[in-house]
């Protein structure tokens, strides 16, 4: 018998060294606005108030912390030696686009953290966590040690809850995590299907790949992450994504598609195999029918989707529907904008759509659901995780501020070489280690 269970969303907190690098090859927003100034308090009250939003919805909201940046393990581990300002001097004078890999804030996407699978999914039913190695960028593959730390001091009891590490930080094995994963299903706690996208088989230089932009996540990745999370054939599909949308700057399937319960919404050019994807997903999907939603280029041309982030939305469960959760700029691009408002009146699953500000956020890359981690869990298992991270009003307002109290309003490159900087974040996630209850996940608490 089904347990009761609920869709936790667990959003990545804006870190303090938010800024515009453009470290991200193959996502247009990422290098549209490099070296723009950035406001990295703007994008973590942006951020939170999001979290909050949805917290006063009814919805399970957690928060992730940010990392450490710049990550002077990092510097000192690729030759740069002395005192803390030593080395960030050196590698400011030397080698910026490095400190600039390593002062980034894009752990703030926690779709990329990890894939999760839930206890109803799993062999031994427990939920299971894989930190994404994210290999594809330097700047965002010194992630996944502390990701980590962060995952298993939130989730601990390994009763519920079991954790891997990430797969080995090669391309033949490059690992995106969520983006490139969703779960349909009939209910939360029914056994569900988990599909896998790729974009590119490693060991097969003959099978169809993209041309421009690289392919972030590999079939061999996927498949490892399946045996991991001992998932049967049963609750498992793999999907290859169209070439053509990554050399469109589809970096990752959830800038093309997006799915909840038993609905799918996607654009037509999201899959290499459609016919066959959704055939897979119908064979396996137990208990409900699929809607698949899907997008043509005549409704949507590609690049608007691209620039809207139209997939890159949350799917939620309401009760009259379901409703999107849009940023504005889908409301700024003519033809998503009517689409989304043909969308509602089609009598379809979708019933409603809410607008969300994360314009910090989407001038880097990334939407509503690059911010947020899904973590499907029963009542036993939302009993067992710890609590501390769950937004309410009291952890709102803690929060925002110590937001106020640690955060600039402005950020450049040349700031990324400042000791107060670091000293300044050091000294904010310390004490963000105290508010969420977390203990010590940091190099520099260790």
């Known amino acids: 018998m089904a347990r009761h269970a609920v869709e936790a969303n667990f959003d990545g907190l804006v870190g303090p060294t938010h800024n515009y690098a453009g470290l991200s090859w ?15 308090k703007e994008a973590a009250l942006q951020g939170l108030a999001k979290m909050k939003r949805l917290a006063d919805r009814g919805y399970v909201q957690g928060v992730l912390p940010p ?27 030397r080698h910026p686009s490095l400190l600039a890999a390593v002062s980034s804030a894009s752990t703030m996407w926690t779709a990329n953290a990890a894939t999760v699978s839930p206890s109803a999914d799993t062999a031994d039913h427990r939920v299971h966590f894989t930190p994404a190695n994210l290999g594809a960028k330097f700047h965002r593959s010194i992630e996944h ?99 053509e949308a990554i050399d469109a700057g589809v970096f990752h399937n959830d800038v093309i598609a997006v799915g909840n319960s038993n609905a799918l919404f996607y654009h037509e050019m999201a899959f290499l195999d459609e ?30 989707a691209v620039a809207s982030y139209l997939f890159n939305s949350q799917l939620l469960n309401t009760p009259d529907g379901m409703m999107l959760a849009v940023p504005g700029e889908c409301r700024e691009i003519e033809t998503v904008s009517r689409y989304l408002d043909d969308l509602v009146r089609s009598g379809g699953p979708i019933t409603s759509v809410e607008v969300f500000d994360v314009k910090q956020s989407m001038r880097n890359g990334g939407g509503p659901a690059c911010l947020r981690l899904r973590v499907v869990l029963s009542d036993e298992e939302l ?64």
């Open 26 to 40: 193959g996502n247009v927003a990422s290098k549209s606005n490099v070296h723009a100034v950035s406001n990295p």
């Open 383 to 446: 009993s067992a995780m710890h609590r501390g991270v769950i937004m309410d009003d009291a952890l709102y307002e803690r929060l925002t501020t110590w937001v106020e109290a640690h955060y600039r309003d402005e950020l450049v490159q040349s700031d990324l070489g400042d000791p107060m900087l670091l000293e300044e974040v050091r000294k904010a996630l310390d004490e963000l280690t105290g508010i969420l209850g977390l203990g010590a996940i940091y190099d520099f608490q260790l």
């Open 145 to 243: 040690p502390v990701t980590g730390r962060a995952l298993k001091a939130i989730f601990t009891d390994e009763a519920y809850f079991a954790h891997h590490p990430a797969l080995p930080s090669v391309s033949q094995f490059g690992d995106e995590g969520a983006a490139n994963h969703t779960r349909l299903c009939s209910g939360y706690g029914e056994p569900g299907v988990e599909l896998f996208v790729y974009g590119q088989v490693a060991f097969n230089e003959q099978a169809p790949a993209p041309k421009l932009y690289p392919a972030r996540q590999t079939l061999e990745a996927s498949q490892a992450i399946a045996r991991l999370h001992g998932l049967s054939k049963d609750h498992v599909v793999f999907a290859q994504q169209n070439p």
């Open 67 to 93: 990392h450490e940046r710049p990550h002077l393990p990092t510097l000192r581990a690729l030759g740069f030696a002395g005192a803390d300002a030593e080395v960030l001097e050196a590698a400011a004078s």
């Open 275 to 304: 016919d066959k994807v959704l055939g897979d997903i119908r064979s396996r999907l137990k208990g409900a029918e699929l809607e698949a939603i899907r997008v043509t280029s005549e409704d949507v041309p590609l690049e608007d």
